[in-house]
């Protein structure tokens, strides 16, 4: 088949829509949209109490504020986004049951105005474990992008294994993003499938093969070894200094918001620089301008699990890859991404890519899997993988 049609959907995503940049439910949900009817739910899952590092909290709570001050709004065409109004505490019963009165009020509300008809339930928030009997789905999908019972920002991390858990076992199909996550899913049901993440590839690709300076690198000499993406706490901040300190004579260069860490002594160092926050349609042509691609995580299960979404994004490019021992980029890729287990082989890799230890062939290696692996096949596959789990519960 083509791509899944005439559905109404309603997605928790894991990020919101209005103040980050596209998480792969935000990718999707823009292309289903053209042919089903999308309402894409705003995470309601903050827990400001769980908030180990309260570095740029006044910020989240502001941008969520703000997200929250638009209610709902439609994106374009059959795409709705609703961000509810919620107590940002979770684990407290009182408080626990107070949200969910005002969540199941608001998202009814929601697919009352929008006429949603036994809409497909969309999880890749397991805040919405409370929702699965509140309304009558047609199909429930769980996208577990992460694993996202260790989510570290959430202090009852019993709450968190208790939803992850009901949604494994009353979703109709679990879409995991990793082949560790595949592993640690495949007994909860049959209806198991692992699938990658996709990746805008001609944007990325044009803008690799077209460079343009970027304004706010500067103009210092030196190659540009360079990340994008959320900087955290699980960001691996003492690697970052290690590098820097190590490598003077290249420029490290973060492009992100701060939300958690701290990052007070690498941001001093002279050959680092912090960007910001770059909105999504920039981040291609300031890919282009590195010299090699950081994946720097502290590893923890979280990052083991995990299948970055900027892998195939920093393929596309063509630029050579250094990364901590993730398990999906350890064992699908260490032929064309140098994998360091220690922060020592993590500076020593930075040096050789930039030294020559990148070739022709694992450079048009990289390309070509991020070919396969462009959004628009994602969800055909995806689309697939939904048509034939409504045709196995549609009555013989």
Request: with cysteine; charged share 25%.
């Amino acid at each position: 088949m083509d791509v899944l049609a005439d559905h109404d959907i309603v997605c928790f995503g894991p990020s919101d829509w209005w103040g980050m940049n596209p998480s792969s439910a935000t990718h999707t949900m823009r292309r289903l949209a053209k042919t089903n009817h999308i309402l894409y739910v705003n995470p309601v899952s903050s827990d400001l109490l769980g908030v180990r590092n309260r570095k740029g909290l006044a910020a989240r709570i502001l941008r969520k504020a703000r997200s929250m001050m638009r209610i709902i709004r439609r994106v374009n065409g059959h795409l709705y986004v609703i961000s509810p109004f919620f107590i940002p505490v979770q684990g407290n019963p009182v408080l626990d049951r107070m949200n969910n009165v005002l969540l199941r009020i608001q998202l009814g509300a929601a697919m009352l105005l929008l006429r949603f008809k036994r809409p497909l339930l969309w999880i890749e928030n397991i805040r919405a474990a409370d929702c699965l009997n509140w309304f009558n789905w047609r199909l429930v999908v769980y996208h577990a992008s992460d694993k996202f019972d260790e989510c570290c920002n959430t202090r009852n991390k019993s709450i968190l294994r208790e939803r992850e858990r009901r949604i494994s076992e009353r979703s109709d199909v679990i879409v995991c993003a990793s082949r560790l996550l595949y592993e640690s899913k495949k007994g909860c049901q049959k209806n198991v499938c692992y699938l990658p993440h996709g990746v805008d590839f001609d944007l990325f690709r044009t803008a690799a093969e077209n460079p343009e300076p970027y304004d706010g690198l500067g103009d210092a000499p030196g190659p540009i070894a360079g990340y994008f993406g959320t900087l955290t706490g699980q960001n691996d901040i003492e690697l970052l200094e290690y590098c820097a300190a190590s490598l003077p004579h290249i420029r490290f260069v973060f492009a992100g918001r701060v939300t958690g860490g701290d990052y007070e002594r690498v941001r001093r160092m002279p050959n680092v620089r912090f960007l910001g926050h770059v909105p999504y349609e920039k981040i291609p042509n300031l890919c282009a301008c590195f010299d090699v691609c950081l994946l720097p995580w502290r590893m923890s299960k979280w990052i083991e699990h995990c299948n970055p979404l900027k892998l195939f994004e920093y393929m596309a490019s063509g630029k050579p890859i250094v990364s901590v021992p993730i398990r999906e980029v350890r064992d699908q890729y260490s032929d064309i991404v140098a994998v360091a287990e220690t922060r020592e082989q993590f500076c020593r890799a930075v040096e050789a890519e930039l030294a020559g230890g990148d070739n022709d062939r694992r450079k048009e290696l990289r390309i070509a899997t991020a070919r396969r692996h462009t959004w628009e096949c994602h969800n055909v596959r995806l689309s697939n993988i939904i048509a034939d789990a409504l045709s196995a519960r549609s009555p013989a």
